[in-house]
């Protein structure tokens, strides 16, 4: 009769523990990992940055188009005095820069007055003229040197993005991995310290009855207070864990989330997720790596500076000239032949004697080439090398989890058998409690191991820089 109430209570305890923790379990809401990462990719505010900089980048190219645009002055300046015209100018025109560096006008002119300026011409005229360089500025200027800059700097910040894309996503998983580890870790010692407590009970019981020991009951205390410890300690490991995902979560506004009723999703293993080809992705990260983009977008950009600073190595020889006419009709006598009559010619030709500061300029534009192809080559060897420690470690990690998994399958054995000896009387409290805290322990090591390998099989993916 006496061991019926036991167990009737035991049961009894043990039944109630988890209607009451599948109560709370359901009160959750579960926070799947693509809930969160999509969260993180929608409203986490340096991605938001990101984007931000891809704009400025688009608005930087507007403005640099913009020293393409035509522009229309016009100029009027008048003079009266003493009752006399003096001089009355009026000059509109049109100017229009095109990519080759030429650049066109047109205007009209309409000058009157008594003491006109001598090269003025009296009464309505029109041109139309050039303006060509011939040596310095021919090939490149500042305003195409800027424009191709531009055009390259949208794909650098485009890569740029990507990259820190990348970054977040890699920390924002392994915060994840690390939020499920001690949500994992805090359930499985709760469990523990449950089970204990039934057991502490079962063995009071047993000590007043005379069935068992005094030392039985300082025994099971000890193994309770020790798991309780334990328990406190999980406890925080997981709150702080959960602190570290809401540095992730962000709602509409720029507002952040706290964490308040939500658990993670479950993820036992990605230990039988395939190991990806280490050829193909030093492949894929040597072509497509969003931070050897950005320096592959750096050099082009330098090698345009380049020529635009060995522009300043040439002369100036600039061709000036207008076609004029009588009236508003430039092209009215078209049929006299040019350069004959009715024409404006210059030129302008100029270069510095000992060209230091052309030469200075173009010297530190090959010498940021030459930087930017060393930074290039670290950083080439810096991710094939991280590609390689990564897989080294999910292969490894793969491996150990399988022992991992039998060591703690064992140990379970052990400790049911062990148990059913204690139940028996054939053992003692202390082998019983022993064997639960090694099966605890290995338990807890395998949770490690699989956290570990599923934050290894990200950082695989983010050495290659293939986490969008």
């Known amino acids: 009769m006496r061991i019926e109430k036991i167990i009737s209570f035991v049961f009894y305890f043990i039944l109630a523990y988890f209607k009451t923790y599948a109560q709370q379990k359901s009160d959750l809401h579960i926070l799947s990992i693509e809930e969160f990462i999509n969260i993180v990719r929608l409203y986490h505010p340096i991605v938001k940055q990101a984007d931000i900089n891809i704009q400025m980048a688009k608005a930087n190219l507007l403005s640099a188009r913009g020293g393409f645009d035509p522009s229309f002055y016009v100029n009027n300046e008048q003079k009266t005095f003493d009752g006399k015209n003096y001089y009355n100018y009026t000059n509109p025109e049109l100017k229009i820069p095109t990519w080759y560096g030429i650049e066109v006008k047109a205007g009209l002119e309409n000058n009157s007055g008594q003491f006109l300026n001598s090269e003025a011409t009296s009464g309505q005229t029109s041109y139309v003229g050039l303006s060509v360089p011939l040596a310095k500025n021919l090939f490149i200027d500042k305003r195409r040197a800027t424009l191709q800059q531009s055009k390259i700097f949208i794909n650098l910040s485009n890569a740029d993005r990507l990259n820190t894309i990348n970054d977040i ?3 924002a998983y392994a915060a994840y991995y690390n939020w499920v580890k001690e949500f994992q870790l805090y359930n499985n010692i709760t469990e523990a310290v449950k089970v204990n407590e039934a057991r502490f009970g079962l063995v009071k019981i047993g000590y007043r009855q005379g069935d068992r020991p005094a030392i039985d009951t300082v025994e099971a205390l000890a193994q309770l207070q020790n798991f309780q410890y334990l328990q406190s300690e999980s406890l925080v490991k997981y ?3 959960a602190l570290e995902i809401s540095n992730f979560l962000w709602i509409e506004n720029n507002t952040p ?16 997720k395939p190991v990806p080809i280490i050829d193909e992705l030093l492949y894929t990260a040597s072509v497509n790596h969003p ?3 950005m320096f592959d ?16 190595l040439l002369p100036t020889v600039n061709l000036k000239t207008n076609l004029l006419n009588k009236g508003y009709s430039v092209l009215k006598n078209a049929s006299i032949p040019f350069y004959e009559n009715n024409y404006k010619f210059g030129l302008d030709v100029g270069m510095p004697l000992f060209f230091r500061e052309g030469r200075g300029a173009y010297r530190a534009a090959k010498l940021k080439i030459q930087q930017n192809e060393y930074e290039l080559s670290m950083q080439q060897l810096e991710v094939s090398n991280k590609i390689k420690y990564y897989y080294n ?17 064992n ?55 293939q986490l969008r």
């Open 239 to 241: 709150k702080n864990a």
């Open 393 to 409: 470690e999910v292969v490894g990690l793969k491996q150990q989890i399988q022992i991992s998994e039998n060591i703690y399958k």
């Open 297 to 312: 977008y750096k050099l082009a950009s330098l090698v345009v500076e380049r020529k635009l600073k060995f522009q300043s």
């Open 169 to 171: 996503m890699f920390d």
């Open 411 to 465: 140990n379970q054995l052990l400790f049911s058998g062990e148990d059913t000896r204690f139940k028996g009387g054939e053992s003692t409290l202390f082998l019983l409690n022993s064997r639960e805290n090694k099966v605890l322990e290995t338990f807890q090591k395998l949770i490690e191991l699989r956290f570990k390998l599923n934050k290894s099989l990200v950082a695989l993916q983010w050495a290659a820089g």
């Open 257 to 272: 989330y706290i964490l308040s009723d939500e658990a993670p999703q479950i993820i036992t293993s990605l230990d039988d």
């Open 291 to 293: 931070k050897l983009k």
